[in-house]
C-alpha cells in the first residue's frame, strides 16, 4: 500500500475543523466581549450623568422656590430648610442677608454697604449618590415706585391749607438731615393732574412755603400710583399693625441701626404724644397729629392729613391717595425729601426677586 495514499484519520480531520472555527469565530466573539464591557461602562457612566442631572435640577427648584419666598417677603436671613421633591430628589435650602453678615462680600474693603443689599441663596441639590451645589443671588425689588418730590397728592380738587411754620420742602437730604445739593419739587400733583392746577390751589404765603428745584413755589406733576395694587400688598407684609384709632405715643422701626417696619392702620389714626418711626406708615383713613412726630421713610395717607398742633418732621416723603380732599397744617409741620429714607423705607417690603443669576459652587 502506498503511504501517500493513506487518508487522514476521523480525529485528525475533526482537529483541524475545530481549529479553523475557532480561528474564524474567536475574533468576533472577543470584539463582542469587549463591546459589551463598554456598553456596560457607558451605561453606568450614563447613570450616574443622569444622577448629576436631576441633583442640578433639584438644586433649581430651590432657587425657584426661594424666588417665590422672595416675592412674598417670606425670604428671611437664616432662613434654612429641606425641599422634597418625590422620587429621590430633594434640595437643602439656606439664605443670607449680605448686607447683614459683617463680611467684605465683594472685595471693596467695605463691610454691609449698600451694594451687599442681596440675599446670597445656597441650594444643595440631591439624588441617589448625586450632590449638586448653587448659590444664587437676589437682589430687591422696590414695592412703591420711586417718587421724586418731598409731597405727592392725587386729588385734583383737594383744598391745600399751609398755615404756620409749614415747609414742603425738596431739597434732598440724607438720614440724618445733611444736605445733598440735589433739588426736587417740594410739592407734586399726579398726572393727569396739571401744574396749573396745583399752582391756583397755593395762595399767598403757601407760595412761599413749598420750596426746592425752580425756586417758590417749587411744584412739578409726578406719575399715578396703583393704590389699588400697593395698599392690599403693604397690608400683606406689615410688620406692626395699629389696632387703635390712637396713640399717646408711638415707636416704630429703629434709627440704630437703620431698621425700617411697615406699619399699617386699616382707618383714622390719630397721635397725641410723641411718635417717632422709620420705614413706611400706612393710614386707610385720616392722619390726624396733635403731638410730635419724627418720621423717617414714607407716609401714605389715603384720606385727609390735618395737623392743628405739635410738630411733624417727615424725612423723606408724603404720600396721599386719590380719596383725600384736604392737606390741613397749620403747626411746625415740615416735610424734607430724602432719596436715601425713600428707599430704605422702600427696603421693609422684604421683596427679593431681582434674580442676579447663580453659580455653581463644584460637584460634591
Not at 20 to 35: D, E, N, Q, S, T
Not at 45 to 68: H, K, N, P, T, Y
Request: proline content about 4%; hydrophobic content about 40%.
Amino acid at each position: 500500500m502506498n503511504p501517500h495514499n493513506e487518508c487522514k484519520s476521523p480525529d485528525r480531520q475533526e482537529g483541524f475543523v475545530l481549529v479553523v472555527m475557532l480561528a474564524v469565530l474567536v475574533p468576533p466573539i472577543v470584539l463582542l466581549g469587549a463591546f459589551a464591557a463598554t456598553m456596560v461602562q457607558r451605561g453606568n457612566e450614563l447613570g450616574v450623568q443622569l444622577e448629576q442631572e436631576r441633583a442640578l435640577f433639584a438644586a433649581e427648584s430651590g432657587v425657584d422656590d426661594a424666588i417665590f419666598r422672595g416675592q412674598t417677603g417670606t425670604l428671611n436671613d437664616g432662613l434654612s430648610y429641606t425641599l422634597t421633591l418625590g422620587n429621590g430628589v430633594s434640595c437643602d435650602v439656606r439664605a443670607t442677608y449680605l448686607k447683614h453678615d459683617g463680611i467684605d462680600n465683594d472685595g471693596d474693603h467695605l463691610i454691609d454697604e449698600a451694594d451687599e443689599d442681596v440675599f446670597q441663596v445656597v441650594v444643595t441639590g440631591h439624588y441617589r449618590n448625586a450632590t449638586r451645589k448653587v448659590a444664587a443671588y437676589l437682589g430687591p425689588v422696590p414695592l412703591l415706585p420711586v417718587v421724586n418730590s418731598a409731597v405727592l397728592y392725587s386729588n385734583r380738587a383737594e383744598t391745600i391749607d399751609l398755615r404756620g411754620s409749614v415747609q414742603l420742602s425738596g431739597n434732598d437730604v440724607g438720614l440724618t438731615g445733611v444736605a445733598t445739593g440735589i433739588q426736587y419739587p417740594g410739592m407734586a400733583l399726579a398726572t393727569p393732574g396739571t401744574l396749573a392746577e396745583l399752582s391756583g390751589q397755593l395762595t399767598g404765603g403757601e407760595r412761599n412755603r413749598v420750596v426746592g428745584l425752580g425756586g417758590t413755589p417749587s411744584i412739578g406733576t409726578g406719575s399715578p400710583l396703583d393704590w389699588a395694587t400697593m395698599v392690599p400688598q403693604l397690608q400683606n407684609i406689615a410688620g406692626r399693625v395699629l389696632t387703635a384709632s390712637a396713640y399717646p405715643s408711638l415707636t416704630v422701626g429703629s434709627s440704630s441701626p437703620w431698621t425700617p417696619v411697615v406699619a399699617y392702620r386699616n382707618g383714622d389714626l390719630r397721635l397725641t404724644g410723641t411718635a417717632t418711626g422709620v420705614g413706611i406708615l400706612v393710614v386707610t383713613g385720616n392722619l390726624t397729629l396733635v403731638g410730635n412726630l419724627n418720621w423717617t421713610g414714607i407716609v401714605i395717607v389715603l384720606g385727609n392729613v390735618v395737623q392743628s398742633a405739635g410738630s411733624a418732621m417727615v424725612t423723606g416723603a408724603l404720600l396721599q391717595g386719590p380719596a383725600a380732599t384736604l392737606i390741613d397744617c397749620r403747626g411746625n409741620f415740615t416735610v424734607r425729601y430724602s432719596a436715601t429714607a425713600y428707599a430704605l423705607a422702600n427696603s421693609a417690603t422684604g421683596r427679593y426677586v431681582a434674580f442676579n443669576g447663580w453659580q455653581e459652587l463644584g460637584k460634591l
